[in-house]
C-alpha cells in the first residue's frame, strides 16, 4: 500500500495562489488514478479533481473549475494541485488520495494526512 504525504499548504491572501504537493513511496504510485479532496470545518470531505493513472484524463469539480489544476509525475511519485485565484471558500484541508484502478472512480484506497490551506480577504 502506498503511504501519502501532502505539502504546500498555508495561508495565503483571496486572488493568490499555493501549489500543493503529495509524495507517494513505493511502485503503486503510478499504476492508479489519484485524487484531492478537501474538508471545511463543519462539512463532510468533497473531492476536487481527479486524475486518471497515466495523466492523460483530469476532471475537476464545478467550484474550481478554471482556477485549478490536478497533475502528477510518475517518474518521481508526485502529484500536485496548482490552486489559483483562491477564494475564502477554499479554505479546508486538502488530502490526496489513490484510488483503486486505472480513473478515478469509486472510493481511494489510500489518503494522505492531509494539509491546511487558509483563504483570508
Known amino acids: 500500500q502506498v503511504e501519502l504525504v501532502e505539502s504546500g499548504g498555508g495561508w495565503v491572501q483571496a486572488g493568490g495562489s499555493l501549489r500543493l504537493s503529495c509524495a507517494g513511496s513505493?511502485?503503486?504510485?503510478?499504476?492508479?488514478?489519484m485524487g484531492w479532496f478537501r474538508q471545511a470545518p463543519g462539512k463532510e470531505r468533497e473531492f476536487v479533481c481527479g486524475?486518471?493513472?497515466?495523466?492523460?484524463?483530469?476532471y475537476c469539480t464545478d467550484s474550481v473549475q478554471g482556477r485549478f489544476t490536478i497533475s502528477r509525475d510518475n517518474g518521481n511519485n508526485t502529484l500536485y494541485l496548482q490552486m489559483d485565484n483562491l477564494k475564502r471558500e477554499d479554505t479546508a484541508v486538502y488530502y490526496c488520495?489513490?484510488?483503486?484502478?486505472?480513473?478515478?472512480?469509486?472510493?481511494?484506497?489510500?489518503w494522505g494526512q492531509g494539509t491546511q490551506v487558509t483563504v483570508s480577504s
Open positions: 488520495a489513490q484510488y483503486r484502478g486505472l480513473a478515478y472512480a469509486g472510493s481511494p484506497q489510500s
Open positions: 513505493g511502485r503503486t504510485f503510478s499504476k492508479y488514478a
Open positions: 486524475i486518471s493513472w497515466a495523466g492523460g484524463t483530469t
